[in-house]
C-alpha cells in the first residue's frame, strides 16, 4: 500500500521561505516519478514541480526558479523547498508519485498524499 504523508505547510509572509517534506512508504521514489501538485479553492490541481525516475527536473511554468525540488532516497523523503513565496502560491500542496503527462502538458499521478496547507499573506 502506497503511502505519502507531507509535512511543512503553515503560514508565511510574501517573500519568505517554506520546506515541504513527504514520507513515502510502499513506493520507492528513487525507481519511479514523484513530485508536488497544489490546488487553491475553486481551481483545478496544477502539477507544481516533478521528479523522474531518471532524475529529470520538471516545473510548473509559474515556478520562475523560486522552487526547487529534492529527494533523498536513504530516507525515502521528496521535498519541496519554497523561496520567494507570493500569495498567489497560497493551496494545498500535494506530493504525488507516478506521475505522467497528457499530450496537452497537463500533469496527473497515480498516488496522492493528503495535503499540507501553504497560506501566504500580503
Known amino acids: 500500500q502506497v503511502q505519502l504523508v507531507e509535512s511543512g505547510g503553515g503560514s508565511v509572509q510574501a517573500g519568505g521561505s517554506l520546506r515541504l517534506s513527504c514520507a513515502a512508504s510502499?513506493?520507492?521514489?528513487?525507481?519511479?516519478?514523484v513530485g508536488w501538485f497544489r490546488q487553491d479553492a475553486g481551481k483545478a490541481r496544477e502539477g507544481v514541480a516533478a521528479?523522474?525516475?531518471?532524475?529529470?527536473?520538471k516545473y510548473g511554468d509559474f515556478v520562475k526558479g523560486r522552487f526547487t525540488i529534492s529527494q533523498d532516497n536513504a530516507k525515502n523523503t521528496l521535498y519541496l523547498q519554497m523561496n520567494s513565496l507570493k500569495p498567489e502560491d497560497t493551496a494545498m500542496y500535494y506530493c504525488?508519485?507516478?506521475?505522467?503527462?497528457?499530450?496537452?502538458?497537463?500533469?496527473?499521478?497515480?498516488?496522492w498524499g493528503q495535503g499540507t496547507q501553504v497560506t501566504v499573506s500580503s
Open positions: 510502499g513506493y520507492t521514489i528513487s525507481r519511479g516519478s
Open positions: 504525488a508519485a507516478a506521475i505522467g503527462y497528457f499530450d496537452g502538458g497537463r500533469w496527473y499521478a497515480s498516488y
Open positions: 521528479i523522474g525516475r531518471d532524475g529529470t527536473i
